[in-house]
């Protein structure tokens, strides 16, 4: 579900079902029903395939960043679903890797600011513009 997440602290966690049946999943995990909002192409394809077919399917998604992988929502499915399942997942490799992912991405923004300023610095006119000759 790419839409920037309201609470920075934690993505929030959506939930659709294909079947009245799982209903009382979402109600005992805490999953709020995805009720609005668009959902298109594959995963599309993929719920109309599972509710024609009328076999019970519960879809998860996640508020992330919706032009860069964000780990953090991926951790947040992986221990909802974990919750859901009543199994033990240890994520603890994962928020490793999403410190280093953090700082890798800090880096690169803040390298692409300064580009950003150097391009400007370069395109600025050296002499005054035609209006003020």
Not at 38 to 55: H, L, N, Y
């Amino acid at each position: 579900m790419e839409t920037i997440n309201n609470d920075p602290k934690e993505p929030k966690i959506y939930g659709l079902v294909t079947h009245q049946s799982l209903e009382e999943i979402l109600y005992t995990n805490q999953i709020s029903k995805f009720l609005t909002g668009s959902i298109f192409g594959t995963d599309a394809a993929i719920i109309t395939v599972f509710r024609k077919s009328k076999t019970p399917t519960l879809i998860l998604y996640a508020e992330c960043h919706p032009f860069f992988p964000d780990p953090e929502a991926s951790i947040i499915t992986i221990t909802t679903l974990a919750k859901i399942l009543n199994i033990e997942v240890d994520t603890t490799d994962i928020q490793k890797k999403m410190e280093l992912l953090r700082i890798q991405h800090r880096n690169l923004m803040e390298e692409t600011i300064r580009a950003l300023q150097q391009q400007q610095l370069e395109n600025q006119p050296s002499r005054a513009p035609q209006i003020y000759r």
